[in-house]
């Protein structure tokens, strides 16, 4: 709770450095801050956090501190990856408030408790992020991508008002434990109207983690968007999505489950399939990721059709959230520093490991990450979903995500294909500034090291 407060006193900090004349001193502050709000939210994860003034609305129990401490994490890397990115800009202080406000959305996602607060926390969170992707503001992509976003958000969000008013009509609240005690007691008797307020609810999410048939946006919006925004979609936005879709329905809608998890295999289904066939045939490489998010998106929801409430999905997916939110910012980092000339087909990665081998090395680490090949975080991550999926009746899905991934390695390889076995797309050497190179070696370390010990990783999220 602390650290939700501590990120919106930054977001408004953020906006007076203009006027009080302190912009050169706002990262560095904004760093602090971030690491105070770390600290804060580590510190509460013995006791957990829930302020009566605000009618329990928000409460931090261990699952939302497990997720807002990756969140919050991230969000640390990002700010150091986008030291130089806005230094040009007249307007950096506005977005550094925007990226702050996208995070307490993004933080109000994994804590919240009733639905009014799911719903304000998808907005404050999605609000800034179509400004961002807009933000560069003489691309035309980039204005393509704002303006998608922008509209598919918002037809997402009315379909979750709508299902969010269809539930409160049946059950009266809009609480989630009021929802679930409602529900057992009255199984039997649920209108017709309360199911399809479920399934409205289910595409909004769906749309939100683009997942298939629900993903259009995602490419054309990743591949216009600034590539640091990108990242920031890819690993924050993911996360605290998919904290909010296991909350939603593992605590709200865990009774009625035979209803939803059907429809789910088939979107995770649609997705696996989509997902990693469009991806192989992509040249560039922010849309070939774009639809790699759709495949990991396929992969965590897969934990929440298992519908599992215990230990075993919690930890498959906080463990998955950490492992692909560090390879997508190492990868991204890359991308970054190696995309500057603006071409982002993949062949601009062509000779990569002559031209610059550290940033070739963590780039392959991250797609080796990405793909779920050992020693890396992403094969510990799939494993620990398959484990909570092979009990389940869903078996069949499990065979659909490793032929599926096979798939996904043909097209991570390509990249690292190019950066050891093509000839160098230009002489010229990759500049990366010292912050890029030290975020880019610290999360490719950390995807090796939380590959190496899974098992210290579960242990330190057990809740």
Not at 191 to 220: E, N, Q, R
Not at 360 to 378: K, Y
Not at 397 to 425: E, N, P, Q
Request: proline share 2%.
């Amino acid at each position: 709770m602390k650290g939700l407060l501590i990120i919106s006193g930054l977001g408004i900090l953020a906006m007076l450095a203009e006027v009080f004349k302190f912009r050169k001193l706002l990262l560095p502050l904004i760093l602090l801050g971030i690491v105070a709000a770390y600290v804060f939210n580590f510190m509460e994860w013995k006791t957990g956090m829930s302020i009566s003034y605000f009618d329990n609305m928000i409460s931090f129990d261990k699952p939302a501190i497990a997720f807002s401490g990756i969140i919050i994490a991230t969000a640390f890397f990002w700010f150091i990856l986008a030291n130089d990115y806005f230094e040009d800009e007249s307007n950096l202080v506005d977005h550094f408030a925007l990226v702050l406000f996208a995070l307490v959305g993004a933080l109000m996602l994994t804590a919240f408790t009733n639905m009014t607060t799911l719903f304000l926390g998808i907005e404050i969170m999605s609000i800034p992020l179509y400004v961002l992707a807009a933000s560069k503001k003489k691309d035309i992509r980039s204005n393509e991508a704002g303006f998608k976003y922008l509209i598919m958000g918002s037809f997402a969000s009315a379909f979750l008002l709508f299902g969010i008013a269809l539930i409160y009509g049946a059950t009266g609240s809009f609480d989630l434990n009021e929802i679930r005690t409602y529900i057992a007691s009255n199984v039997s008797a649920l209108p017709t109207f309360f199911y399809a307020g479920i399934v409205m609810m289910l595409v909004a999410m769906c749309f939100k983690v683009s997942a298939a048939p629900f993903h259009f946006w995602a490419p054309d919006v990743y591949e216009g968007s600034p590539t640091l925004i990108t990242a920031l979609m890819s690993t924050v936005v993911k996360t605290a999505a998919f904290a909010a879709f296991m909350r939603l329905f593992l605590i709200a809608f865990a009774d009625v489950s035979e209803m939803w998890t059907g429809i789910l295999a088939v979107i995770v289904a649609l997705s696996l399939i989509i997902a990693n066939f469009s991806a192989a045939m992509q040249n560039n490489v922010k849309r070939m990721l774009a639809y790699s998010s759709i495949s990991h998106a396929a992969f965590m929801l897969m934990v929440v059709m298992a519908n599992i409430r215990s230990n075993i999905s919690l930890d498959a997916i906080i463990y998955y959230s950490l492992a692909y939110s560090i390879g997508s910012i190492a990868s991204f980092g890359v991308v970054y520093n190696v995309t500057r000339n603006g071409n982002e087909n993949i062949d601009s990665f062509n000779g990569l490991g002559k031209r610059h081998p550290l940033l070739a090395f963590c780039m392959t680490v991250a797609m080796l990450s990405l793909a779920g090949i050992p020693v890396t975080a992403g094969f510990f991550a799939k494993y620990f979903v398959f484990t909570t999926v092979i009990g389940t009746t869903y078996k069949w899905l499990l065979i659909l995500a490793v032929l599926t991934s096979a798939v996904g390695v043909y097209y991570y390889l390509r990249v690292v294909i190019a950066m050891y076995f093509k000839d160098k797309y230009e002489e010229s050497e990759v500049p990366v500034e010292m912050s890029n190179r030290f975020v880019i070696v610290v999360t490719t370390v950390l995807t090796l090291a939380i590959g190496i010990m899974p098992g210290f990783i579960a242990e330190m999220f057990k809740l």
